[in-house]
C-alpha cells in the first residue's frame, strides 16, 4: 500500500472497523452529531453476530442471578427507546415462564419478575401476572404437570434490519458506509490513522486516514489487534458460541417462553416468520474462526431434548428446518461458565503514537444505542467533543410512523389495494414508511417487475440494492429479509444473477 501523508481534509475524523449493531450504531450518533465517519464492514453488514442473536429486545431476566444490575436496568430502559424509534423491526411480546419442580422455586421467579417489572422504564409494556397453565391457552402445547406460570413483557427485534437502519441513516447523515472491504492494517503516525482496506471483490487495496478508530469488530475484535493493529496485548475477549434452530410452528398463539433446563440454563421458544417457531440458545467456549461457526449435532440434540422437556410435541433433529449460530464477543471477566461471563460492554480506549483508538468488547443488541452513547463521550474526550445526544428520540429510517406495524400495513393497503394482505405486512414491518419508496407510483403487482418468489419483486432488490447495500441473494433471503425460509431459497441463483446485472450497471452509470 503506498500513498503520501495527506491533506488535512482528507482525514476523517472517525474510522469504524466492522459493520455489526455497535459499528452501525456508533456511526450513525458520531454522524449525526457532525463528525465526519467512514465505516468500513469485510463481508455484509449484520453478516457477523448481529444476524444471529434471539433477537429479544430485553432486560435479561437470567443476567440478575449473576448480579448483573446495571446492564439489566439500563436494557430495561432501552427497551420502550428502541420500540418507539423502530415499530416497524420492534414489538412487544409476552414471555410464558411456566414454574418446573426441582427448579428454581417460585418465590424467587416472583421476586425476580418483580425486580424486573420495577427496576426501570418500563411505561408501556405490560406488567408480570400468574397465570394458571391449566386453563391459559399457553398452557395447552405444555405436557400436563405445569400449573403455575408467570407472564412477562420484552420485545423482540429483527436484528439484522436494526443493523442496516442504523447503517442507512448514518450514510443518510453523510457517513461512509462500505461493505465487502476488509481492513487489513492500521498504523499511527504523529497522531493520525492510516488504514489499509481490502476490496473482497476486486482485490483492489487502497487507504484511508482518520484522526479516531473504532474497533467493533466483535468477534473479530482481538484478530484486529493482533493482526492490522499489532497490537502488544489483544487477548480481551471471551467467544462463546450460541445456537438456534427453526422449526415449524409449534403452538397457535402469540406468547414465546422461557424454560428453565435441569442444567441452570434457560431457553426460549419463540413464534417466528408466522410458520415457525424458533429454538435457543446454547452457550459454549469457541475457539475456531468466528466466521466460519456453525451448530454442531450436540447442540441441535440438546436444544431438541430442552424444548422436548415441556412441550407435548417431541422434537427431534428431523423437525429442523433451518439453523444458525453466532460467536458472542464477551469481555473475558475469567468467569468459570461461558453462560457466567459477564454480558455488559467495557469500551478500552488507549492511545498509540498519539492517535486514539477505542476497542469494544461484549454488549447487546438491546443496548447498542447506548453503547454508542458511552463511546461518543469517549470520542469526545479522544478528539473534542460535537453536538450532544440526539437517538433517544430520533426513529430509525421508515419507523416514522404512529401505531402498530399492521395499522401501517393497513394504511399501505388502502393506498395500494392491489397489495396482498401477508406482502403489505411484510414490507410494513421491513420497511416501514420507506415501503413507499418500493413501491413507488405502482398501480398492479406486475408494476412491480418480476416476483422471485414469497413476493420478492424487482422494486424491492433495486431499492436493496440501491439503498441497503445488497449484493448477493444471501444477502437478500438471509438478512434484508428472511425469506430464505419461505420458499424464495430455491430462486437464489436467478437472484445472483439479477443483483449482479444490477449491480454492473449501476458501477457503469455512476
Ligand atoms: P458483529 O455483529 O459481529 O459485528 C462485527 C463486524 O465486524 C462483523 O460484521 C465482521 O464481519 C466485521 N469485521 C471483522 N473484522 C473486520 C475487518 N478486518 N475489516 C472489516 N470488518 C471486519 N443480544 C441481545 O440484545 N438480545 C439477544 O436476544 C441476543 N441474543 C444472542 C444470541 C446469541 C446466540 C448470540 C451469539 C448473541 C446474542 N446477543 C443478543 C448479543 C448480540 O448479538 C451481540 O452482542 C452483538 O450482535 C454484537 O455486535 P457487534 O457489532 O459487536 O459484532
Same mark, same amino acid.
Given at each position: ?13 472517525? *474510522?469504524? /472497523? ?20 467512514? @465505516? ?30 446495571? =446492564?439489566?436496568? %439500563? ?6 427507546? $428502541? ?11 409476552? *414471555? ?18 418483580? /425486580? ?19 386453563? &391459559? ?24 434490519? @436494526? ?6 441513516? &448514518? ?18 503516525? +504523529? ?21 479516531? $478508530? ?37 403452538? +397457535? ?5 422461557? *424454560? ?14 408466522? #410458520? ?8 459454549? #467456549? ?46 473475558? +471477566? ?15 480506549? %488507549? ?13 447487546? /443488541? ?7 452513547? &458511552? ?7 479522544? /478528539?473534542? !467533543? ?7 428520540? !430520533? ?22 389495494? *392491489? ?5 403489505? =405486512? ?7 414508511? =420507506? ?22 419483486? %424487482?422494486?424491492?432488490? +433495486? ?6 447495500? &445488497?449484493?448477493?441473494?444471501?444477502? $437478500? ?10 420458499? !424464495?431459497?430455491?430462486? !437464489? ?14 458501477? %457503469?452509470?455512476?
Amino acid at each position: 500500500m503506498t500513498g503520501d501523508a495527506p491533506a488535512g481534509r482528507d482525514i476523517t475524523d472517525i *474510522f469504524v /472497523i466492522g459493520g455489526g449493531v455497535n459499528g452501525c450504531g456508533i456511526a450513525r450518533d458520531a454522524a449525526g452529531r457532525g463528525y465526519t465517519v467512514r @465505516l468500513a464492514e469485510m463481508n455484509d453488514l449484520a453478516s457477523g453476530t448481529s444476524s444471529r442473536a434471539t433477537k429479544l429486545i430485553h432486560g435479561g431476566l437470567r443476567y440478575l442471578e449473576y448480579y448483573e444490575f446495571r =446492564l439489566v436496568r %439500563e436494557a430495561l430502559s432501552e427497551r420502550e427507546i $428502541v420500540w418507539r424509534n423502530a415499530p416497524h423491526i420492534v414489538h412487544p411480546l409476552r *414471555f410464558v415462564l411456566p414454574y418446573a419442580k426441582g427448579l428454581r422455586p417460585a418465590w424467587m421467579l416472583r421476586t425476580g419478575l418483580f /425486580i424486573y417489572d420495577h427496576l426501570g422504564g418500563r411505561e408501556k409494556l405490560p406488567a408480570t401476572r400468574t397465570i394458571d397453565l391449566r386453563s &391459559a391457552p399457553a398452557g395447552k402445547p405444555l405436557k400436563p404437570g405445569f400449573s403455575t406460570g408467570f407472564e412477562y413483557s420484552d420485545c423482540w427485534v429483527d436484528d439484522a434490519r @436494526l443493523v442496516v437502519l442504523n447503517a442507512r441513516d &448514518a450514510a443518510d447523515r453523510g457517513a461512509i458506509v462500505e461493505t465487502r472491504r476488509e481492513v487489513v492494517s492500521v498504523r499511527a503516525t +504523529d497522531g493520525v490513522w492510516r488504514i489499509g482496506m481490502r476490496d473482497a471483490e476486486t482485490g483492489r487495496e487502497e487507504e484511508a486516514f482518520a484522526r479516531l $478508530v473504532v474497533n467493533a469488530a466483535g468477534p473479530w475484535v482481538d484478530r484486529i489487534m493482533e493482526g492490522p493493529l499489532a497490537h502488544r496485548e489483544p487477548h480481551h475477549v471471551r467467544l462463546v458460541q450460541g445456537s438456534h434452530i427453526v422449526v415449524r410452528k409449534l403452538y +397457535d398463539h402469540d406468547r414465546c417462553y422461557i *424454560f428453565q433446563n435441569a442444567d441452570n440454563r434457560i431457553i426460549f421458544a419463540i413464534p417466528y416468520e408466522q #410458520d415457525f417457531t424458533l429454538i435457543g440458545t446454547t452457550d459454549r #467456549d469457541y475457539a475456531g474462526d468466528p466466521g466460519a461457526v456453525a451448530i454442531t449435532d450436540e447442540e441441535t440434540r440438546y436444544l431438541c431434548a430442552a424444548a422436548s422437556e415441556y412441550f407435548t410435541r417431541e422434537i427431534g433433529p428431523a423437525d429442523v428446518v433451518w439453523a444458525y449460530s453466532g460467536v458472542r464477543p464477551l469481555y473475558d +471477566d475469567h468467569a468459570t461458565a461461558a453462560q457466567e461471563a459477564t454480558r455488559d460492554y467495557v469500551i478500552e480506549d %488507549e492511545k498509540i503514537d498519539g492517535a486514539p483508538l477505542l476497542n469494544i468488547f461484549g454488549g447487546k /443488541i438491546t443496548t447498542y444505542r447506548r453503547l454508542a452513547e &458511552a463511546m461518543l463521550e469517549k470520542i469526545g474526550a479522544g /478528539i473534542g !467533543a460535537r453536538g450532544a445526544p440526539w437517538t433517544e428520540d !430520533a426513529p430509525l429510517p421508515g419507523g416514522d410512523f404512529s401505531g402498530s406495524a399492521e395499522d401501517f400495513a393497513n394504511r399501505l393497503r388502502a393506498e395500494k389495494p *392491489f397489495l396482498p394482505e401477508a406482502l403489505a =405486512l411484510r414490507l410494513a414491518r421491513s420497511y416501514g414508511t =420507506l415501503a413507499r419508496e418500493i413501491l413507488g407510483d405502482a398501480k398492479s403487482m406486475s408494476e412491480l417487475g418480476r416476483d422471485f418468489g414469497a413476493g420478492l419483486t %424487482e422494486a424491492e432488490l +433495486d431499492y436493496l440494492v440501491a439503498r441497503e447495500w &445488497a449484493r448477493t441473494a444471501e444477502d $437478500v433471503l438471509w438478512r434484508r429479509t428472511k425469506l430464505g425460509l419461505h420458499g !424464495a431459497a430455491s430462486s !437464489a441463483e436467478a437472484i445472483d444473477a439479477y443483483l449482479k446485472n444490477k449491480i454492473k450497471v449501476g458501477t %457503469e452509470t455512476a
